[in-house]
């Protein structure tokens, strides 16, 4: 089945305590994005990926780091998470990133206390 | 900045009536995606419109693109329960770069 796979769905975390989601999609597509989801804001994109190693920041890239070393993973990485970045996180995929729609994964709830 | 502004941002209607979301984008757009979420669930693409005053059509969805293509709708005919969920417009503004809506909230009363 075609799809986005994220983990973990839920974490709880502490402030400061590095932490990695995971991306992974199995359409072969050239492009993958994070974003994250809060209340009242809609999806605001946090960072996005072309192709392997090509990256480039979103709209709200403070605090994240992104690595796109296979073209099937995209995983985000918070090196020190703070509580504003509690929030629901997206990682979707298209094949091309412009002109197809995406994929979205399941989502990663996180808390950050 | 860029924004894509949509209303309403909540809408309950009861099953049967109509229900319209709007777009509306501060620059031009490329093209404009829409996307359903389900209460609990993940955005799930419905549709893509390119053209200058395209109109689309799935089943009980029409989808618009204003002349302009600064504007959107989504109606839905006859709502069902089915429907409920957030309707997210996403407007490309840039190479690889789309903004989303912030979303309409529809609950259908049975």
């Known amino acids: 089945e075609a799809q986005v796979t994220q983990n973990p769905r839920y974490l709880i975390t502490v402030t400061g305590k590095k932490l990695t989601v995971t991306c992974s999609q199995n359409?072969?597509?050239?492009?993958m994005s994070w974003y994250r989801q809060d209340p009242g804001l809609g999806l605001r994109q946090i960072y996005y990926s072309m192709n392997v190693e090509v990256t480039d920041k979103g709209d709200v890239p403070e605090g994240y780091k992104v690595s796109r070393k296979e073209k099937r993973n995209f995983p985000l990485i918070l090196e020190s998470p703070s509580p504003n970045q509690t929030s629901l996180y997206f990682c979707?995929?298209?094949?091309?990133?412009?002109?197809?729609?995406?994929?979205f994964g399941s989502g990663t709830r996180l808390t950050v206390v | 900045g860029q924004q894509v502004m949509q209303i309403p941002q909540y809408q309950h209607v009861q099953e049967g009536e109509d229900f319209t979301t709007y777009c509306n984008s501060s620059?031009?757009?490329?093209?404009i995606q829409w996307y359903k979420q389900r209460p609990g669930g993940h955005p799930v693409f419905l549709i893509q419109l390119v053209k200058s005053g395209e109109v689309k059509k799935q089943k009980r969805l029409t989808f618009q693109f204003g002349e302009a293509k600064k504007n959107s709708s989504l109606h839905i005919t006859a709502t069902q329960t089915t429907d409920v969920g957030t309707y997210f417009c996403?407007?490309?503004?840039?190479?690889?770069?789309?903004?989303f809506g912030t979303g309409t909230r529809l609950k259908v009363l049975a």
């Open positions: 979707a995929s298209s094949f091309r990133g412009q002109g197809d729609g995406y994929t």
């Open positions: 620059t031009t757009l490329s093209n």
């Open positions: 359409m072969n597509h050239e492009y």
């Open positions: 996403a407007g490309q503004v840039g190479t690889y770069k789309y903004i």
